[in-house]
């Protein structure tokens, strides 16, 4: 049974930082392309980052480009999300996913995704 578990979440001043982290089980995790969902208050769940098994490729929406960073540690299972010049605009629920990896891509489609995680709330006060 896959079971992803997202940690970190909390309240924040703007410009100010958090550190996701998501802890995997019951999968090969080298095996799995990772990627952080959000969804914002009345909006669909949107993709924030991904990065493929090896780490080699890395994708990031723009609104979060240059403000967050992906990383994974398949030694440990987990994936992070390092947040920082956090914005009242990134107040969402965030979520952690997995999907096999087949090819070196990260998909950014949320169907493309079959694990998830259950959300971890962030709310940042301006």
């Known amino acids: 049974q896959v079971q992803l578990a997202e940690s970190g979440g909390g309240l924040v001043q703007a410009g100010g930082s958090l550190r996701l982290s998501c802890a995997a089980s019951?999968?090969?995790?080298?095996?799995?392309?990772l990627a952080w969902f959000r969804q914002l208050p009345g909006k669909e769940r949107e993709f924030a980052a991904g990065?493929?098994?090896?780490?080699?490729?890395?994708d990031y929406a723009d609104s979060v480009k240059g403000r967050f960073t992906i990383s994974r540690d398949n030694a440990k299972n987990t994936v992070s999300l390092q947040l920082n010049s956090l914005q009242s605009e990134d107040t969402a629920v965030y979520y952690c996913a997995a999907r096999l990896g087949v090819t070196s891509s990260v998909p950014q489609a949320r169907n493309q995704y079959t694990w998830w995680g259950q959300g971890t709330q962030v709310t940042v006060s301006s």
């Open positions: 019951g999968l090969t995790f080298s095996n799995y392309v």
């Open positions: 990065i493929n098994r090896s780490g080699s490729r890395i």
